[in-house]
């Protein structure tokens, strides 16, 4: 694959916090509506152990907190995005409930989750870096717990969207590729996880994957 520009992210965040998180509200409306409707049969542990790879402003764990209780996890390298986050956990009164990590989610240390998730993150890395941030995702994730991952798909409603955006220049998601929609759970099934459910999220597919029970730690 071509050299791709990296995504700026310091720009992405300032923007969010310009707005006063509006678009990032939008947007998890959207996504939690897609892990509620992954989650409708599927009954999670009393107070579960969630981490939220490249968390971003965690606004996905805290929706998913106060909806199934048990504490978060939240790995970002991001210093703008650590602190909006940390402000809207505090401002929800939720600050008790989650731990933020400021680090590479390529490097990180934490396994054993019940639920494991990310969106908008696994399409910017590519090459060997795809492989690192699939077993990154799966190594995380506690026998028969459970991994769910929203990604854009390669559609014609993506590429429209895309295009639509570039023209006005307001596309910045430079290193951005959309995966195929067998793509993840493809990626996983190596790493023992099986496709329980999947629904759209705008031009995102999101999946929700169990890791084998007997698969080793």
């Known amino acids: 694959m071509s050299t791709l520009t990296a995504t700026n992210w310091d720009d992405h965040f300032a923007t969010i916090g310009r707005r006063h998180n509006l678009v990032e509200s939008i947007r998890i409306r959207q996504v939690f509506a897609a892990y509620r409707r992954l989650l409708a049969d599927v009954r999670l542990p009393v107070a579960p152990r969630i981490l939220e790879l490249g968390a ?6 805290l929706c ?33 409930q989650v731990t ?9 240390d934490q396994r054993g989750f019940d639920l494991v998730h990310s969106g908008g993150v696994v399409e910017h890395f590519h ?15 506690a026998p028969g717990g459970l991994l769910a991952i929203l ?15 570039r023209a006005v220049g307001k596309w910045i998601y430079t290193d951005e590729v959309p995966w195929a929609v067998d793509l993840a759970p493809r990626l996983f099934a190596p790493h023992g996880f099986t496709l329980i459910a999947r629904t759209d999220c705008g031009h995102e597919g999101a999946y929700l994957l169990r890791k084998q029970p007997s698969w080793p730690r």
């Open 56 to 61: 971003g402003t965690g606004h996905a764990s």
């Open 151 to 165: 990604v854009p798909i390669d559609t014609w409603r993506y590429r429209s969207f895309r295009a639509a955006l």
């Open 64 to 96: 998913l907190v106060r909806a199934h209780g048990g504490h978060a996890t939240l790995v970002e390298r991001n210093p703008r995005a650590l602190a909006l986050s940390r402000a809207l956990w505090r401002d929800a009164g939720c600050a008790g």
């Open 127 to 141: 090459d060997g870096d795809r492989d690192r941030v699939v077993r990154a995702h799966a190594d995380a994730v």
């Open 100 to 108: 933020h990590v400021e680090g590479d989610l390529l490097t990180h």
